[in-house]
């Protein structure tokens, strides 16, 4: 007999997928995948302050390996800058760029659409208040 607990976990991995192809499916107009909106939505929250790497890399919620590779992406589209750390020579600095800016706000909006009201749509405000503090009870 499965367990309440495995069976929340099926539940949530498959919601989180569901929720992962719309978004996905969202960014497509704009020519982005989910981590590079992850990345500029970081970089658009820093801005217009530069972000190293390192940092940008810990705040990211989309798991992104090779975060290189994404961000010379980022920087071929002309959305972010690479621009040497003031003080430390040896670090890369990244900066959203005012294209960077629109196209986030474009994506975000894209994905709020294609989510819609998700939430709102199954579960009354407390709900969703209760699920938030209980997903964050759970953080690993």
Do not use: W
Not at 43 to 69: F, Y
Not at 90 to 112: I, K, P, S, W, Y
């Amino acid at each position: 007999m499965i367990s309440k607990s495995e069976l929340t976990y099926f539940k949530f991995i498959r919601l989180s997928h569901q929720v992962e192809d719309c978004i996905k499916n969202a960014l497509r107009t704009c020519d982005l995948t989910h981590p590079q909106l992850n990345v500029l939505y970081i970089l658009n929250e820093q801005h217009p302050k530069a972000m190293s790497v390192k940092a940008l890399k810990s705040k990211m919620i989309v798991n992104q390996p090779d975060i290189t590779r994404l961000i010379d992406r980022l920087v071929n589209k002309g959305l972010v800058l690479r621009e040497t750390c003031v003080e430390n020579r040896r670090m890369v600095d990244l900066v959203l760029t005012t294209e960077g800016q629109n196209v986030f706000e474009q994506a975000h909006l894209e994905g709020r659409k294609a989510t819609g009201s998700f939430f709102s749509d199954y579960l009354s405000d407390n709900e969703t208040e209760e699920l938030y503090r209980l997903l964050n009870k759970i953080q690993l």
